[in-house]
Structure formats: C-alpha cells, structure tokens
C-alpha cells in the first residue's frame, strides 16, 4: 500500500449506451474527464449493466411470452411474469423459488435473484440480462483501453447481490480482466509469524463493493477508477469466484 | 460524492493490543501519525480481533476441554478439537458441519465458519472470539473518539467472512456505530424515474470490504479510516445486518 492508501473516483458523464455502442471509447471519453491520469494498476470498475446494454443484452419485455410457470408464480407473489419467464430462461437451475424470491444460478454459475435479469436504470420495458461472457467482455474492454491510452489497467465488471443470513445487496464481480480475483494467503505468515490456514481473500469481490460507493444506483454513475490496490498479476477471471458444486454446502 | 472520490488509509503502528487495553487511546494516538487529519463523517474501520483483544474475549487453548462431539468431529477432519469446542460454545445453531467446515449462527445471529473463533493473528496457542456485543463496542470507542477529538464519526467493526456460492472470503461490518448499516433505495427513483424495487445496499458491509483493501491479514494494519462516503444517519447498528429468520431462506 502506498502513504495515498485506496482512492475511488466516479466517472461520470456517460452517455446512455445503446446496443452496438463502442464501450471502450465511450469510456476514454469519460477517463479523459475525471480529474486524475489514468495509470498503471489502476483498474477500471464498471456496472454491467452499461456492457449489457453495448452487448445488445436487453430484451423488449413485450417480446416477452410467460409459460404457465411463469405465469402461476407471478401472480402468486404480484411478479411481472414477462420478468420470471426472462429469469428462467437465464438459469441452469434454480436454487430457491420461495416467498416470492427466485434465486436461480445463471449459465455463467453465479447464483443470485432472478438470474441477474433486472429493469431498473434501463429504458422503460426494457429488460437487461448480464453479459453473455462477463470475463470476456472484461477482456475485451481492457484490451481496447490498454492499447488507445497505451496504460495497462485491470477491468472488473459488477453486479449488485443479495446474499443469504445478511440483509442489503452488496457490489460483487462477475468479469475480470488483467489479474487475479483471488489474492490466496494460504501458506503465508500472519503477523505473529503464524502459517495462515484458510485466508483467501475475494479481493475483486472487494474492490468492487469499494467502488460502488462512488456509483450508486440512482445517480447515474456505472463506472469507477480504483487507485492503490492491484489485482495480483496471473490468469482468471470472474468465473473463478464462483465456488464448484462439489465444494458448495449450499446447493 | 465530493470531487475526491472515496479516500481509504491504513492506520498503521498500533502496539499489539492487551486485554484491559485502553483501545480509544491508542487509535488516538495513531490517528495522528497518519498523513491527514480525522474530520466530521470520516468512518473509521477496525478489524474485531483489536477489538476482542482489548476486551479479554481470548482464550487459551490450553484451558479448553473438548467434549467428545468436538473429539470426533476434529479428528475425522484433521482440525483442533479445543477450536471446535470452543466454537460450538460460542454458537446458537450449527448451519452446516460437512466436509470439515463447521458453519454456526453465533449469539449475535452472524453466520459464519467456527462462530468467528479465530487463531490467526493472535498470539501462540491463543483463540480469539467476537466481540460479546460488537455495536456497543463500536459505540464506546465511536463516543471516547468523539469526545476527545471533538470530531463525529463513525466505527464499523469487521471481521472476514466466507460466502455461499463464492469463492474466498470478504470483509463484512460485525458492528457499527454513528449512522444506518443499510442504504434503502427502495421507493426513491433509479435514473430513468423509475421506482427501485429491491435495491438496498449493505453499506457498512461495502465500507468493511474496501477498508480490507488497505488492511490485510499479513500487514498487521487492523484499523482503516475511509473518507468520502456516509452512512446515512438514524439508528441502528451491525445487528441490522442479520437477516431475520423468517426472511432467510438458507436455515
């Protein structure tokens, strides 16, 4: 850690992005505005839902037609059926659908409610689903933005989830790009010289809580500049923060 | 959000904290190393295990009996059984105890692996508990803070947490004082006008997750002042994180 310790900035000033949008100028544009040089290390953290919407990942709830299932849950717990239809069709397998909560876990292995299918912050009957490769399009992103600003940053995209025993909605991520989500101090010492058991640390998952207290939801601001921690370097992406089945106490 | 974004610094030179440790005076003390001055609606974020440390809650293992569940549980997944003794002393349910992970429901209500009972850290063949009641702890230290420096802020205790579904654990709020846990966006509109629905942000445990960005198991940093962001004034502390149980599905 540098005497500076962690800096998050906003990047405000994003346009509305529309399906085919080219994210990664988008972005330099609004990099150019904030007070500060983008550096080496920084890293770059995005709401999906600005990718989604470059990716196409919106759907037209009018083009929508519940099934039966959609249907009788809906009405059950006053849901949009258009939504539960959308919702299933994004999971491999549901979770829980309780009390009015569908958790299911999405094609990419994270679980969360309704599969990641959300309407706010998107036009009005506009359904967002998450990135089809969040990782990829992390990728995709960074390899545009090292190369136009000739700096080399990391890239995580986010989601806010709910999680089970805790209340409230946490920033989590669900796309990395340019280091490690994980930063594993097992087998390293503690302060006492102590051989650490079981620390490994969802460091990207941290990061990108960090930066949603610059963004929020309702003001607009789906991207944040973190400062002053680095993603340690290596392969992997967000995939690898989701924990295998044969791991997972909660299936 | 002012122009500088979120500002985090580890507050480093602490002494090894004793129990009977007057906590208040030596975070005083290091606050004033620290390359900026503390002011109104900074947040500053500790790690429980100063916390416990100061307020006895340690125990050596040499003075814990394990009982013959806590014998043969440990010895079938090569742990300590003084650890799973005194983690089932500290728990009021056990959630999961499969494959080696024993996951409890602490007096607090907090789930998590072992009750929070911790050995890293602390000194040779010495187990540290949670805090007994970690938001009147983080209320003593918020109002011996606030008196002698005559400046209002706000403390949130963490301790690292595993999660279901994810891999590696995040820093999460135990105990809060001087402002909401929660940000509830519910009802207020998103940034097309529309009402959110479900959007209610775990703020402290977000704050939690970014101050472990400069933290650190292997640094001995265990205190943070994060600046830049509040926790929305009104009642309430860490216990309004715990989902209640007739909200959780995942007992």
New interface residues.
């Given amino acids: ?1 540098s ?8 990047i405000p000033g994003l346009p509305e992005v529309k399906p085919g949008d080219a994210l990664g100028a988008l972005l330099l544009e609004a990099l150019r505005r904030i ?1 500060i040089q983008v550096r080496r290390g920084d890293i770059l953290v995005l709401a999906h839902k600005i990718v989604s919407k470059a990716e196409g990942r919106t759907v037209p709830l009018a083009t929508v037609t519940p099934s039966p299932l959609a249907n009788s849950w809906a009405r059950e717990w006053g849901r949009d059926p258009r939504v539960v239809e959308l919702a299933l069709s994004q999971s491999r397998r549901i979770v ?1 659908m ?2 009015g ?1 569908l ?1 299911a876990e999405t094609s990419h292995g ?2 969360c ?1 309704n599969a990641g299918v959300d ?6 009957g506009m359904a967002i689903l998450l990135p089809e490769h969040p990782d990829r399009s992390a990728a995709g992103i960074r390899a545009c933005l090292t190369e136009t600003m000739g700096v080399d940053l990391a890239v995580i995209i986010t989601d ?1 989830f709910g ?10 991520a669900i796309g990395v790009a340019g280091g490690m ?3 594993d ?1 097992r087998g ?5 010289g ?1 051989t ?8 990207a ?3 990108a ?2 930066a ?3 963004m ?6 789906p991207a ?1 500049l973190v400062r ?2 680095r993603l340690e370097a290596g392969p992997g992406g967000g995939s ?4 295998p089945p044969e ?4 299936r």
Avoid: H
Wanted: hydrophobic residues 40%; glycine residues 8%.
């Fill in positions: 850690m005497d500076a310790g962690v800096q998050i900035l906003g007070p829980r309780d009390r909560v958790l994270f679980v409610a309407l706010s912050n998107s036009p009005e806010t999680r089970p025993w805790r209340e409230g909605q946490v920033n989590v989500p994980l930063s101090y390293s010492k503690d302060g006492f102590r650490l058991q079981a620390t490994c640390i969802a460091r998952d941290e990061i809580s960090a949603e207290l610059v929020g939801k309702r003001r607009r601001v944040a002053g921690v690898n923060l989701v924990r791991r997972d106490l909660f």
